[in-house]
């Protein structure tokens, strides 16, 4: 695994990357690429969006740097662009889609890169619950889709879902293993299904757990805490939460209700706390303060 103490930049990443969507996810797949020494151009909808992206991906570039990276944020920076139009797609080696989690605008923004893509080019969604065969059903080569799915703070996660539709090209998939290896992370393969496997099973525990705090079995602290210390989880499921995003767990949990049936219901006490704007780390408060 790549961290911010290796001099080394990782071999194998595609030579130049476009990443859709410069918001938080976009931005820390931005930053990983462009640390594994790719070009990196990033797409936002106008330049307002555009330059708050170059803001984000820079002072994400700084910190690695001042935790012991070898290369000067020069040059690191030098391998980053921002744009406003898919156009600038156009000699991209590998685009990866990163806007919200709708399938309709991912179907949209999808056939929108695709359009000025290359025939061997690759696009990928990091979409993480909707199904990879349904928007490749919109697109003119969907051999040469799939879903790299990378988990939130990218920089600080180990982890990328491959998602193979059953379109997906083996030649493809057997790339995107040595891509996601090449920036320092490991790779899990797993084939289009409800949820792939990541969102699945952490949906399913994030949700008993706030059936808990809801029935008043305990606090999500101590709920947090025994699945930390008692499982070896890194961070409970109500932490996990609040910083993926209430309400990203909640859309995450709706797709799943409505294709695995009832034990995915979302339970009111979300509803409600994402109704209330208590999004968790990104709105400051959610099961915990994070002001």
Do not use: C
């Amino acid at each position: 695994m790549i961290d911010d103490t290796d001099a080394a930049v990782g071999a194998g990443a595609p030579e130049r990357v476009g990443v859709l969507g410069g918001g938080r996810m976009g931005a820390g797949i931005a930053h990983a690429f462009v640390l594994a020494g790719s070009q990196v151009v990033v797409v936002e909808r106008d330049h307002e969006a555009a330059e708050a992206a170059e803001e984000r991906v820079r002072a994400s570039l700084a910190k690695s740097v001042e935790r012991g990276w070898a290369e000067p944020i020069d040059e690191l920076t030098g391998r980053l662009r921002v744009a406003t139009d898919v156009a600038a797609f156009a000699d991209a080696d590998l685009v990866i889609e990163a806007v919200p989690e709708d399938g309709t605008l991912k179907a949209d923004a999808l056939a929108r890169v695709e359009a000025v893509l290359t025939d061997r080019a690759a696009l990928a969604s990091n979409t993480s619950s909707i199904s990879i065969d349904a928007l490749a059903a919109n697109l003119a080569r969907p051999a040469r889709f799939l879903g790299l799915h990378f988990f939130n703070p990218v920089p600080a996660s180990a982890l990328v879902e491959i998602v193979l539709g059953d379109a997906t090209e083996p030649r493809l998939a057997n790339d995107a293993r040595a891509w996601v290896e090449a920036i320092g992370k490991a790779p899990v393969t797993v084939h289009d299904a409800p949820g792939f496997a990541s969102s699945r099973l952490g949906v399913a525990i994030g949700l008993e757990a706030i059936r808990m705090v809801e029935e008043g079995v305990a606090s999500p602290g101590d709920i947090d805490l025994a699945m930390e210390l008692g499982y070896k989880h890194p961070t409970g499921p109500l932490r996990t939460t609040d910083i993926v995003g209430l309400d990203v767990r909640l859309g995450i949990a709706e797709q799943l209700h409505r294709e695995l049936g009832e034990r995915f219901r979302p339970p009111e006490l979300l509803r409600q706390m994402v109704a209330e704007g208590r999004l968790g780390k990104k709105s400051g408060r959610g099961f915990y303060d994070w002001d």
